[in-house]
């Protein structure tokens, strides 16, 4: 691949360089605004204090009170705020060049919906965390796969085709979703599954937190591993293979990644909509389409975004407000955005 072929596929801008300290910049203040806004406001001194109590001996100037609300309760929220965030941005980044369409998202190709009606059927019948990340990873793979296998028998647009065909599964899912919740008992696991499918971090647990640092850190090295690969798959699957790629194989291994953060982001914290449609096109506005670039970029704005919307959810009124109704309200008018600026290139 020539540098000419490069600067024309707008792998690498010139302007894009101090981008990524940017938002690492962005993400340590955000950090330290969610700990700083709440009910129990931490000062960013005495939050580093806190946390360097634990590595070094530090003279205590705290309450225990303090030490209580930073560890048991604002700490885990944040840091699982921060891997969802990652995750479900990076995954809508990683759909959309695989599918070279820029309204793919998890939530578009019905990745979503198939996870969210795996977990609420493992909680209909009672399961433990496991048994409901391992259903919630079965059905948002399941989904994705037979939107794919839908747009192979659909001549037209690809980018039309995937939308519709995701609708369809969506729907379809939402409709086995519907019934799981009728057939629900109605005083203990209907209020369960209706709360859960609103997306909260009110309910995380440690093991979430862990599950969401194991499986978003893993898939992100190895899509990472695989960047020049997704780099070249932008071309046509013909020159990809020319210059010696995979691409069924490199495709497979996307999806199952990328899906693989869906289900874990979904199981620990509901449907959280719309986050992998709206980050992805942020990012490539301001670093281009190398995945070098793009991928650590999108993991750093995801988590900021995400962990913003929690604080704004617990502190913008009295009783806290489900994370994935900000979401929707961010994303819905964005997507629409996007089909409008579509329909103008056409």
């Excluded at 709360?195 to 640092?213: E, P």
Aim: glycine share 8%.
């Amino acid at each position: 691949m020539n540098k000419r072929t490069v600067q024309e596929l707008h792998f690498y801008k010139e302007d894009d360089r101090r981008t990524i300290p940017l938002l690492v910049i962005l993400f340590i203040a955000v950090f330290f605004i969610s700990f700083a806004i709440g009910r129990y406001p931490v000062d960013p001194l005495t939050l580093v204090k806190v946390l360097l109590s634990r590595l070094f001996p530090v003279e205590k100037t705290w309450s225990t009170q303090v030490e209580t609300v930073i560890f048991n309760i604002r700490l885990p929220r944040v840091l699982i705020g921060a891997f969802i965030g990652a995750g479900l941005s990076l995954s809508g980044l990683v759909y959309q060049g695989i599918f070279q369409n820029p309204m793919v998202s998890p939530d578009v190709l019905g990745s979503t919906s198939g996870a969210g009606f795996g977990s609420a059927l493992a909680l209909l019948w009672g399961l433990g965390y496991i048994p409901i990340f391992s259903m919630s990873f079965i059905f948002g793979l399941l989904a994705v796969f037979l939107v794919l296998l839908m747009s192979r028998f659909v001549r037209g647009q690809k980018v039309l085709t995937l939308v519709l065909g995701g609708i369809m599964i969506s729907s379809l899912f939402n409709a086995a979703l519907s019934f799981v919740k009728l057939v629900a008992d109605t005083d203990d696991v209907l209020p369960q599954i209706t709360y859960y499918l609103i997306g909260s971090l009110t309910s995380t647990r440690t093991v979430d937190l862990a599950a969401c640092a194991i499986v978003v850190t893993v898939s992100s090295v190895v899509l990472f591993l695989i960047r020049w690969q997704l780099n070249v798959m932008t071309l046509s699957d013909e020159e990809a293979v020319s210059l010696g790629v995979d691409t069924k194989t490199i495709r497979l291994i996307a999806i199952v990644f990328a899906t693989l953060m869906t289900a874990v982001c979904t199981a620990s914290a509901g449907m959280i909509g719309w986050v992998g449609l709206v980050i992805p096109h942020l990012v490539r506005m301001t670093n281009g389409c190398d995945y070098r670039k793009t991928i650590p970029a999108t993991l750093l704005m995801g988590s900021s975004f995400l962990m913003l919307v929690d604080t704004v959810s617990r502190t913008l009124t009295t009783s806290e407000i489900p994370i994935g109704i900000l979401t929707s309200f961010i994303g819905s008018p964005f997507f629409l955005y996007l089909i409008i600026r579509e329909g103008k290139r056409t």
